[in-house]
């Protein structure tokens, strides 16, 4: 349903789709020739979630209307097209979420931020300029690959009304993803004091959305799939990318940076509000919380002390309750649903790997 044929071909469109933005600029001098590959190594590697999970609905859904089904994709191209979509909104994302944490580092490596600064500083420029260099390059890719984005889903093959479907579920991924973000730079910088609900609201908007509620959704689409089955599939998509997201905050203060290639001590370094720190802030230990995060430049002993803090005032605890209990709702939901067998099982791996604590 989502074998390797599929995700080759996502490669391939991701590759086509940079290399025809990259030669519209070839005559643009070594800066901007730096920048596209840059951009390019920015899209390459990741787990590909997105991608399989809007190929895994669509195959599973149009496989299972039978012989003579003549909605959706015949041949799977569009498919493609809009699964590669979602890859190229992850990337933008995640650049301009660098830029946003100050963060040099992404899947193990240097981010485009610190190779563009690190060949600039090599080449004689400036400690400073060379990073304001990498930054903004950093926000113009981001651009340049939510627009990329939207022209797939513009421009797939499909007819009238589930192209302007699709673009309406983009439209929407991207208000709330932004939406998302946004609130937590201002939960970060003390705007809003945000309370646990808050936190998870956020958290909701700013990956669930597009990390898994949309791609399954737009599969359903690309399927001609009947309204009820794009329901159940909303459903398990907000509470797989809940909990996905909720794994990641406790990987990104818990978890093995060698085994993640995420640094575990940014969030609290740069005074994220996860849902531990929202948590932790409403028990005995706030003031004790508080204090340490406020220190301009904490070092390796004041992240251990707010990870001491974090497992005293019951925060990671209550955290993998969250993440039991939307894993145990995505699971009921998935048992509830007519989708089809093969369909579920997968979804039901998807979500047990979301919820799992190691990835």
């Known amino acids: 349903m989502t074998g390797s044929v599929d995700l080759a071909a996502v490669e391939a469109h991701l590759d086509g789709a940079l290399a025809e933005r990259a030669a519209l600029t070839s005559d643009g001098g070594a800066a901007v020739g730096s920048w596209w590959r840059a951009v390019r190594e920015a899209c390459r590697g990741g787990k590909r979630v ?5 190929l895994a609905a669509f195959h599973g859904l149009r496989d299972d209307a039978g ?18 979509a979602f890859e190229l909104l992850h990337a933008a994302f995640l650049l301009h979420d660098d830029v946003i944490d100050g963060d040099l580092v992404r899947r193990g490596r240097p981010n485009l931020i610190a190779e563009l600064a690190e060949a600039a500083h090599t080449d004689g420029v400036g400690s ?18 939510i627009h990329a984005a939207l022209h797939a889903v513009a421009t797939a093959d499909v007819p009238a009304e589930p192209r302007r479907e699709l673009l309406e579920l983009v439209d929407r991924c991207l208000v709330r993803t932004v939406a998302g973000e946004v609130a937590d730079v201002a ?5 809003e004091v945000p309370r646990l609900p808050d936190v ?8 669930a959305a597009y990390s898994c509620e949309a791609p399954l959704v737009a ?18 998509g907000r509470a797989v990318g809940a909990a996905y997201q909720l794994r990641d905050d406790v990987l990104g203060t818990f978890g093995d940076e060698l085994v993640t290639g995420k640094s575990t001590s940014s969030d609290l370094r740069g005074g994220k509000v996860t849902a531990l720190v929202a948590y932790a802030r409403h028990t005995d230990h706030a003031a004790e919380l508080d204090a340490l995060l406020a220190l301009p430049a904490p070092g390796a002993a004041e992240i251990e002390a707010m990870r ?8 990671l605890d209550l955290v993998e309750q969250l993440i039991d209990d939307l894993l145990r709702s995505a699971l009921e939901a998935l048992a509830g649903a007519e989708l089809p067998p093969e369909l579920r099982e997968y979804l039901g791996s998807v979500a047990r790997t979301a919820a799992a604590p190691q990835r």
């Open 128 to 145: 400073s300029p060379a990073h304001e260099w990498g930054t903004a390059a950093a926000v113009l890719a981001g651009d340049v690959l």
């Open 219 to 236: 599969g359903a689409i690309l399927a001609g799939a009947a309204p009820g089955a794009r329901a159940a599939l909303a459903d398990v």
């Open 50 to 54: 997105r991608p399989a999970l809007v």
């Open 200 to 207: 998870l609201r956020m958290t909701s908007w700013k990956t």
């Open 308 to 315: 001491t803090v974090l497992v005293r005032s019951g925060a």
């Open 187 to 191: 939960y970060a910088a003390r705007v």
């Open 67 to 84: 012989p003579g089904h003549e909605e959706g994709d015949p041949d799977g191209g569009a498919a493609v097209q809009v699964a590669a």
